[in-house]
């Protein structure tokens, strides 16, 4: 593909609000999990929450369209001043030529979860605030950040689980590359909900302890929320960053764990290299999957070997944010995108004793060193899969 | 053929699934669809989904095996092997009677998840069944707009084709809920359609389309009982669009997307 320009972007997510105080919460190492419990639910494990949430009220006119997720979605907007950035892009190209792809696997479904509790008595029907279109429908997430952002042109969300929102950076380059959009706000949001928690609890994925990706004792993941958004460009005068390259692939093998070997694993990240016409070695740092579940990080690890072999600086952000599911692969292309312009591969927070049977070079603490070009790996459920490689600005 | 233009999409159909209220399977309801005076409204009847393993033909629920079938069909009727085949999932609520399932679970004294209802809770839970029993490690995306889903995913489906310059298949399947979301969102009926793109210049396509988006008031089908299918089945959106391939006449269909933008579908026989 061509590279695409990236001219802003930003990520709220449990450490923090905005590109600051994510980086700062980075090259410290600080994580903001914290061991505490969710709305009703009775589980013992930790969680990245954003703070106040709970008060970000949605502009009156998008009322149907309350409920956390869209909550998270317009306080992610208003950060760095990204809702000015897409209001200048659309004066400039028209609100109907900038595509919107988002990407969330649980939308407002927590809103649906509260509905079934205060069901009619007698006949068993929702209550009447409860708005179907606006929260609980997959659909909700681009309905209401391109009404709050007034973009009208080719838009949809991207729900593959956790690869969704990495893939809506693949679908919107497309769109630009064939002429069908001259922009793209791209991204993801996901917030907590029970769904998830007693999910991931039944599958016993659920870590007890904070989650410690690449750890010899890793027991899981530990569940978060974000938002992060980008905005792509084709012509840009100065881009923060390059889209250089984007990958996808299917495991094909089973719906909630990842092939063994990584094969398709491997398979999305040398899509993306081909797609950028880059060699492995031309990655100077890999932001991982990396959820801290057995499986996943075995799989990926046996991939990454297979690309990378054991030499590419790589790390999870995942002990710090939380695993975020559908917004996971937008969040990890801000903080990718933050290591390029500042020079800085984020190590991965929490863990304590290296897991011998994972060869990676694996990044504990972080490092400053300039970095000229990134990629981030997004594996979902359903063996779903997405790499994206980005390129510095000059 | 139809011409590259910058901004339209020109690709093939090459192979067509359809599961629907007395629309069988594509081969039978061609005529219908074509002078829909023929048409009688029947039960949905779908078929065990015979291509999935035991295991996961067991954890399949309806929307699964209505999306499986028409993937079938259209793979069948082209002749190709969907082992490598790349594929763009597309429905408005993904598996309405699990989620509601889930939600009833949660709503409990006692809340607890069924890790099998959990994985099937993905929107791309589907995709994830047709590439596990094909065992393709094609790329794939499942995607949601609401009512829009079926002009999104052809929009995707045909760039993913065009960007790609490869066969892409495209499933839309919508299910109703049960109450009482059944209520909030009624779904009258189960469609399930598939459409098998392929790069413009495919031998002896059933239609070849070009792609473009454009302000305008969505095609209607012209039979009230088709039409109140199309106007409240998101997956029956694409029926003008099947008419018109069932037909062998050109046609423009525009299909519902962004507010002010839709989907316009030139059609060639």
Not at chain 1, 193 to 200: A, D, E, I, N, P
Not at chain 2, 17 to 31: E, H, K, N, Q, V
Not at chain 2, 145 to 152: K, L, Q
Request: charged share 15%; glycine share 10%.
């Amino acid at each position: 593909m061509s590279p695409l320009a990236i001219t802003d972007y930003t990520l709220t997510s449990a450490i923090g609000t905005g590109r600051a105080a994510a980086l700062a919460n980075l090259r410290e190492g600080r994580s903001g999990l914290r061991r505490r419990r969710f709305e009703t639910a009775a589980l013992d494990t930790w969680i990245g929450e954003v703070p106040g949430v709970d008060e970000v009220r949605v502009p009156a006119p998008l009322a149907e369209f309350d409920c956390r997720n869209n909550r998270l979605a317009w306080l992610g907007l208003q950060a760095d001043g990204f809702a000015a950035s897409v209001a200048a892009a659309r004066a400039r190209h028209g609100a109907r030529r900038i595509a919107l792809v988002l990407g969330t696997s649980t939308s407002g479904i927590l809103s649906s979860e509260q509905a079934y509790r205060r069901r009619d008595p007698d006949s068993g029907a929702l209550p009447p605030d409860f708005h179907y279109a606006g929260t609980l429908n997959t659909g909700s997430l681009t309905a209401f950040v391109g009404a709050a952002l007034g973009l009208d042109g080719p838009s949809f969300v991207i729900s593959t689980a956790c690869s969704s929102s990495a893939k809506a950076y693949a679908a919107a380059a497309r769109l630009i590359e064939l002429g069908l959009a001259d922009a793209a706000v791209v991204g993801g949001v996901d917030s907590l909900c029970l769904h998830t928690l007693y999910g991931f609890d039944a599958l016993e994925l659920l870590s007890p302890e904070i989650c410690r990706p690449w750890d010899a004792g890793r027991r899981g993941l530990s569940l978060g929320e974000a938002a992060a958004f980008a905005l792509l460009e084709r012509d840009a005068a100065r881009p923060r960053a390059w889209l250089l390259g984007a990958g996808e692939s299917s495991d094909g093998y089973h719906m909630s764990a990842p092939h063994p070997e990584g094969a398709g694993a491997a398979d999305a990240i040398r899509a993306a290299l081909a797609a950028a016409r880059l060699a492995p070695g031309d990655i100077d740092y890999v932001n991982l999957h990396g959820t801290g579940t057995a499986s996943n990080d075995l799989a990926e690890d046996t991939a990454m070997h297979d690309v990378f072999g054991a030499h590419v600086a790589c790390s999870s952000t995942k002990g710090a944010t939380g695993h975020t599911l559908g917004a996971a692969g937008a969040v990890e292309a801000a903080i990718s995108l933050l290591a390029l312009e500042h020079g800085v591969m984020p190590g991965g927070a929490n863990r304590i004793a290296p897991d011998p049977a994972l060869g990676a070079r694996y990044l504990d603490a972080s490092v400053e060193a300039p970095l000229r070009r990134v990629a981030s790996n997004s594996f979902g459920f359903g063996g779903s899969n997405a790499c994206l490689v980005f390129g510095a600005a000059a | 053929m139809i011409r590259d233009v910058p901004g339209t999409l020109a690709v093939d159909i090459v192979g067509i699934g359809l599961l629907g209220p007395g629309l069988p399977d594509w081969g039978s309801a061609r005529a219908a669809l074509a002078d829909p005076a023929t048409w009688t409204p029947a039960p949905l009847v779908v078929p065990a989904p015979a291509r999935l393993p035991a295991t996961e033909r067991r954890r399949a629920g309806l929307i699964i095996k209505c999306a499986i079938a028409v993937a079938d069909q259209a793979c069948t009727g082209a002749g190709i092997d969907p082992g490598g085949l790349a594929t763009v999932f597309s429905s408005s609520s993904g598996d309405p009677a699990n989620c509601h399932a889930l939600c009833e679970a949660l709503a409990g004294p006692d809340p607890f998840v069924s890790p099998t209802r959990f994985t099937n809770s993905v929107h791309n839970a589907t995709a994830g069944y047709w590439h596990i029993a094909t065992a393709s490690r094609a790329p794939s995306t499942s995607l949601c707009a609401f009512d829009a889903s079926f002009g999104a995913g052809l929009l995707e489906a045909a760039s993913q084709c065009v960007a790609g310059a490869r066969p892409v298949l495209l499933v839309a399947v919508d299910t109703p809920y049960p109450e009482p979301l059944n209520s909030v969102r009624p779904l009258p009926d189960s469609f399930a359609t598939a459409l098998l793109l392929a790069p413009a210049g495919a031998d002896a396509p059933l239609a070849r389309l070009s792609l473009a988006l454009e302000p305008g008031a969505p095609t209607p089908c012209m039979h009230a009982g088709l039409e109140a299918l199309r106007a409240a089945i998101p997956a029956a959106r694409a029926l003008p669009l099947l008419q018109a391939i069932a037909r062998r006449a050109a046609a423009a269909v525009v299909i519902d997307f962004q507010s002010s933008l839709a989907l316009r579908v030139a059609v060639a026989p």
